[in-house]
């Protein structure tokens, strides 16, 4: 039980930097376009 949820946990991380990674390409994006 401990090992899977560590295992969850840490698929939910990678998800939240992917997630916040592609925020940050779409806010740069947006900010060139504003440029």
């Keep these: 039980m401990i090992r ?3 295992i969850r946990i840490q ?3 990678n ?3 992917n ?3 592609v925020l ?3 806010f740069a994006e947006q ?3 504003k440029m």
């Design 24 to 26: 940050r390409e779409i």
């Design 4 to 6: 899977t949820l560590r």
């Design 11 to 13: 698929e939910v991380n």
């Design 31 to 33: 900010m060139l376009m």
């Design 19 to 21: 997630g916040s990674l």
């Design 15 to 17: 998800r939240l930097r």
